[in-house]
């Protein structure tokens, strides 16, 4: 049976890059991925971690083999190493979600180096292969990360006061919170900690975007929550 024709894209993975790539079918040579090119990726059996199948999804290192030419691996481990170098606490970086844990998120910092993403960070939804700028929240001594999704300072605070007027503005120009909510209600509403939710708000409020009432926080009348003015 001939294979269904697929429309192709500017490829969303390069030779050097981790992604989370359909399989499209398996034979005697392995595994053929779908990486937006005419012709698949081979994932060889030799770097294959399990058996996949058809219409699944895999989590590779793309990278050139002993003839140039680019082929996938499971093994990512052989790529990716434990302790970083050349980042600091505060850089911006490309994360490429790995695996799920007890302690939040195993993930893959500039497609170089593993980090983790405690889950009292992770400020959304997350999926395995999702693709999602971040930030080192610390580089501890044993040389590996930890991570954020929020920038830190000044500019975390700018961000969650967005996340604050967006949810504001989605919700009628009133939130039923306050700094006497509880923290879990905070987190389940926004996906940020009580203390950056009530620094944030206390940012609005200095620049008149919002009124904080006992029981709640309100858009102030004639805003419409604009943060850029």
């Given amino acids: 049976m001939p294979r269904p024709e697929r429309r192709y894209r500017t490829p969303t993975v390069a030779v050097g890059e981790v992604a989370y790539l359909e399989v499209v079918t398996v034979n005697d040579t392995g595994a053929f991925l779908d990486w937006g090119q005419p012709k698949d990726l081979l994932l060889p059996y030799g770097e294959q971690r399990f058996r996949p199948t058809p219409g699944k999804r895999v989590l590779v290192m793309v990278y050139e083999d002993q003839r140039g030419r680019p082929v996938a691996s499971q093994k990512l481990d052989r790529f990716v190493q434990d302790e970083a170098t050349g980042l600091a606490?505060?850089?911006e970086v490309t994360l490429v979600i790995a695996d799920q844990t007890d302690l939040g998120f195993k993930t893959v910092v500039n497609h170089r180096f593993w980090g983790l993403l405690?889950?009292?960070?992770?400020?959304?939804?997350?999926?395995r292969g999702q693709r999602v700028a971040g930030?080192?929240?610390r580089l501890r001594d044993d040389g590996r990360l930890d991570l954020s999704l929020l920038p830190p300072g000044a500019a975390r605070l700018d961000v969650v006061?967005?996340?604050v007027l967006e949810a504001l503005r989605a919700s009628g120009g009133y939130l039923p919170l306050s700094d006497k909510s509880p923290a879990a209600e905070i987190k389940a509403r926004l996906g940020v900690s009580k203390n950056a939710f009530k620094q944030a708000i206390g940012r609005l409020y200095k620049r008149r975007l919002v009124?904080?009432?006992d029981a709640g926080i309100r858009l102030a009348p004639g805003n419409d929550g604009d943060a850029s003015r």
């Fill in 161 to 163: 006061g967005e996340q």
């Fill in 89 to 91: 606490p505060g850089d």
């Fill in 211 to 213: 009124v904080i009432e």
């Fill in 135 to 137: 930030y080192i929240k």
């Fill in 118 to 127: 405690y889950r009292d960070d992770v400020t959304r939804p997350l999926r």
